[in-house]
């Protein structure tokens, strides 16, 4: 999908690390929400409370996921599944554009 109809989007941004991962939060009518944002390349360590569904919409990353000792390389068109209550880690190549979806539990 390259278009979300009907939402409603909250001004203000998620800032991370010092200005170099950004997001804006986009709600669904539903009550689901998404991410939109852009990482600049560097290592990053991610904490998430709820369940998550990471689509890289372009750029280039390394992820490590809780329980693996393997890095596993993405780019444009892949997405990975993140648990809730975990951390994860991310070797960003390349500026970034993500979209990340929370799973309802």
């Given at each position: 999908m390259s278009?979300?109809?009907?939402?409603?989007?909250?001004k203000a941004a998620n800032i991370y690390f010092d200005g170099k991962v950004t997001s804006r939060t986009v709600k669904f009518a539903d009550g689901t929400r998404k991410t939109?944002?852009?990482m600049?390349?560097?290592?990053?360590?991610?904490?998430t409370a709820e369940a998550e569904?990471?689509?890289?919409l372009?750029?280039?990353m390394d992820v490590k996921?809780?329980?693996?000792?393997k890095w596993r390389a993405c780019a444009?068109?892949?997405?990975?599944?993140?648990?809730?209550?975990?951390?994860?880690?991310?070797?960003?190549?390349?500026v970034t554009d993500y979209c990340?979806?929370?799973?309802a539990g």
């Open positions: 278009e979300f109809s009907d939402v409603t989007i909250v939109l944002g852009i600049m390349p560097g290592e990053y360590t991610f904490d569904i990471v689509e890289i372009s750029g280039k996921l809780p329980g693996s000792e444009a068109g892949d997405s990975f599944d993140v648990p809730a209550k975990v951390h994860f880690d991310l070797k960003v190549h390349e990340c979806s929370y799973v």
